[in-house]
């Protein structure tokens, strides 16, 4: 390792990952789409730039003036996206590690969305902030951009709703 390559996250064991899965009603295609390009990206989780197809970098740009970037490992239609964290300033423990989709097909007009993200444990000090926005835009702004069209992400108003009744909990 030089001393620019970021260190590799722990690979975790298996049931220690965030995961999350969800039944939809849409297509493979649709799914697939919301994952791997930048209309779809910003519509369920964040202005994004960049390419999601395989070998791109997507750069997502949230609350910091540095980017999240992601290398694009795989994106094979319709069934598997897998991206590397390669920068993060704003929450360093990223750096290294592995978000997954896996997407299935199940019949009746539904697909069901395996994410798993590979390295995020409960080990790292970001986990409990990390598990809950990621249920958040998964199981819920995801879910809803490719049934209705309309995804909740980061600064929407039902995002801002969110954030402010998980402030409320915490306090």
């Known amino acids: 390792m030089t001393e620019t390559e970021p260190p590799a996250a722990a690979p975790g064991k298996a049931g220690e990952d965030y995961q999350e899965t969800i039944r939809a009603k849409a297509s493979p295609d649709a799914l697939f789409d919301a994952i791997t390009t930048t209309d779809g990206l910003a519509a369920w989780w964040n202005r994004v730039s960049g390419s999601g197809d395989a070998s791109g970098e997507l750069r997502f740009y949230m609350n910091s003036p540095e980017p999240l970037v992601i290398h694009v490992d795989e994106a094979t239609r319709p069934r598997s996206v897998q991206w590397t964290v390669t920068d993060c300033p704003f929450l360093p423990d990223w750096v290294g590690t592995r978000p997954a989709f896996t997407i299935t097909a199940v019949g009746g007009g539904e697909s069901e ?19 809950p926005s990621w249920d958040h835009f998964i199981a ?20 801002l709703a969110w954030r402010a009744e998980m402030q409320g909990t915490k306090e």
Do not use: N
């Not at 969305?113 to 598990?131: A, I, K, N, S, V």
């Not at 490719?146 to 980061?154: L, R, T």
């Open 113 to 131: 969305l395996e994410f798993r993200h590979h390295g995020l444990t409960p080990e790292l000090p970001c986990f409990d902030m990390c598990r």
């Open 140 to 159: 819920k702004s995801l879910r809803e951009l490719v049934e209705s069209g309309q995804g909740h992400p980061a600064g929407s108003p039902a995002d």
